[in-house]
């Protein structure tokens, strides 16, 4: 496998990087197995101080590598610029957090003293994706670290500049060497690392398929493993909807990040008194959608990442609109140098078809009409996936019925799905299983050890320094 940026406005290559050859890949492992005996001692004062001071670098440096992700995988820049910044706000609230998540917690068990303590695990493998290059690694990186546990990145072949970047970016925030490295390694290389008995967790961002067999084989070898997978969220309007409000939350919930987003709404469901109009306005707004030159401010739909990805969408296209789907909007490969993809939009698709049960990782919308409130949750949950979901109405009992019924790991009411590193994020079904994010993240790689004294008429053991940031 090569690891190279192409550049998806135009298809060239810019930059190839060799692999690292298995003596290289052994060192960084040795490294990350040593490191971890003393890192993990170390003051969560210090990791802390460290931490703060890689999310100032990311925040002063915001546009340089806002620049490489453009570069790299197409997003608009003013968003990959975002994306940074949101990084560092994950860095800032770990460092601020992480010794409160850390604490003992006494639980009472009289006449016994018993208290629970977390301690780190040891080196943590992450398997990125491209499609947020900076925000997937630093979501997983900054508790994790924090936590006193070492990182072995396995990032996504088409960003290795990003890989790389984020390294060094921790290296240049004051972490010793081996806390955090990458690996730029094929497939069969992650498998190698994943039956390493120096890998204690795994944890995976990416496709369903990819989930299934990273999560088998670290269940082979009894590892934890978290599990981001992907989605296909519905966003649901009803008649007590700000229909206004909601359509252009919607156009933009679907060319996030042109299109390609776990937690990007892909199917829209109106029910039946206004279906018609917001189709209407869905349409209209998605045709004034600005597609060109991610490093344009005015552009919101660039390039899609990889050739691969482009016409593996175009080809669901074309068989969801063989199957039955209506095709309203787009819907035609460019020729010509890049790759690019229109915003389209496809209605009604028949029950097994692509844009039915599929995830579609591109700017393509598909609208269903539904009878009712009730009908639209039966259309929201019928699918594989349950990462986000979005629910539009100023109705307090439908908020409710649909808080209730929705399968997802996050919904939300009136707004648009996010992530955001004060609440935990993950999904249900062919989603994934485990959380990012918040406390619930950060407990992922941790040793949760339940620890019983039974002479109560002794102080317990005081934490020393050291021993609180274990």
């Keep these: 496998m090569s690891f190279a940026t192409v550049d998806p406005t135009t298809g060239r290559t810019l930059r190839t990087f060799p692999p690292h050859t298995p003596d290289e890949v052994e060192a960084r492992l040795r490294r990350a197995e040593e490191t971890f005996r003393t890192f993990r001692h170390t003051p969560l004062a210090e990791r802390a101080g460290w931490m703060k001071r890689a999310g100032e670098l990311l925040e002063t440096e915001a546009d340089a590598y806002g620049r490489m992700m453009t570069q790299e995988m197409g997003k608009p820049l003013e968003a990959a610029r975002a994306e940074a910044r949101k990084?560092?706000?994950?860095?800032?609230?770990?460092?601020?957090?992480?010794?409160?998540?850390?604490?003992?917690?006494?639980?009472?068990?009289?006449?016994?003293?018993?208290?629970?303590?977390?301690?780190?695990?040891?080196?943590?493998?992450?398997?990125?994706?491209?499609?947020?290059?900076?925000?997937?690694?630093?979501?997983?990186?900054?508790?994790?670290?924090?936590?006193?546990?070492?990182?072995?990145?396995?990032?996504?072949?088409?960003?290795?500049?990003c890989a790389l970047a984020l390294e060094e970016l921790f290296l240049r925030a004051g972490f010793p060497q081996g806390v955090f490295q990458t690996l730029l390694v094929d497939v069969a290389g992650v498998r190698r690392l994943i039956e390493d008995p120096r890998i204690r967790a795994v944890t995976l961002t990416g496709s369903e398929g990819a989930g299934r067999d990273v999560g088998q084989r670290a269940g082979g070898q009894l590892k934890k493993v978290v599990l981001e997978l992907g989605g296909s969220d519905p966003f649901v309007v009803l008649p007590g909807a700000d229909l206004d409000a909601?359509?252009?939350?919607?156009?933009?919930?679907?060319?996030?990040?042109?299109?390609?987003?776990?937690?990007?709404?892909?199917?829209?469901?109106?029910?039946?008194?206004?279906?018609?109009?917001?189709?209407?306005?869905?349409?209209?707004?998605?045709?004034?959608?600005?597609?060109?030159?991610?490093?344009?401010?005015?552009?919101?739909?660039?390039?899609?990442?990889?050739?691969?990805?482009?016409?593996?969408?175009?080809?669901?296209?074309?068989?969801?609109?063989?199957?039955?789907?209506?095709?309203?909007?787009?819907?035609?490969?460019?020729?010509?140098?890049?790759?690019?993809?229109?915003p389209t939009v496809l209605a009604q698709p028949p029950p097994g078809s692509p844009a039915y049960m599929e995830e579609m990782f591109g700017p393509v919308a598909v609208l269903f009409r539904a009878k009712d409130a009730r009908d639209a949750l039966r259309i929201a949950n019928d699918s594989p996936y349950g990462l986000g979901a979005s629910v539009w109405t100023r109705d307090e009992a439908e908020q409710r019925f649909f808080i209730d019924g929705l399968e997802a790991g996050t919904v939300a009411v009136n707004g648009m799905v996010a992530s955001d590193p004060r609440l935990p994020f993950g999904g249900v079904k062919a989603s994934g299983h485990g959380r990012e994010l918040a406390r619930h993240g950060l407990l992922e790689f941790l040793n949760i050890k339940t620890v019983r004294i039974s002479n109560p008429s002794a102080p317990a053991p005081a934490r020393t320094q050291a021993q609180a940031s274990e």
């Design 246 to 342: 909601a359509v252009e939350t919607a156009v933009k919930a679907r060319l996030i990040n042109n299109g390609q987003s776990c937690i990007a709404a892909k199917r829209f469901i109106a029910t039946e008194p206004i279906y018609e109009e917001f189709e209407r306005r869905f349409l209209e707004r998605m045709r004034r959608a600005v597609v060109g030159d991610p490093l344009e401010a005015k552009t919101e739909v660039g390039p899609l990442a990889l050739e691969s990805i482009r016409d593996g969408l175009h080809q669901q296209v074309e068989r969801s609109v063989a199957a039955g789907a209506k095709l309203l909007l787009g819907g035609l490969k460019p020729s010509g140098p890049g790759f690019w993809y229109p």
């Design 87 to 161: 990084c560092a706000t994950a860095c800032h609230y770990y460092a601020r957090n992480a010794e409160r998540f850390l604490a003992d917690e006494p639980v009472d068990t009289a006449p016994d003293q018993s208290f629970v303590r977390y301690q780190p695990l040891g080196p943590v493998l992450a398997i990125m994706p491209w499609n947020f290059p900076f925000w997937q690694v630093v979501r997983f990186a900054a508790p994790a670290l924090m936590a006193g546990n070492v990182g072995l990145l396995k990032h996504a072949h088409n960003v290795p500049q």
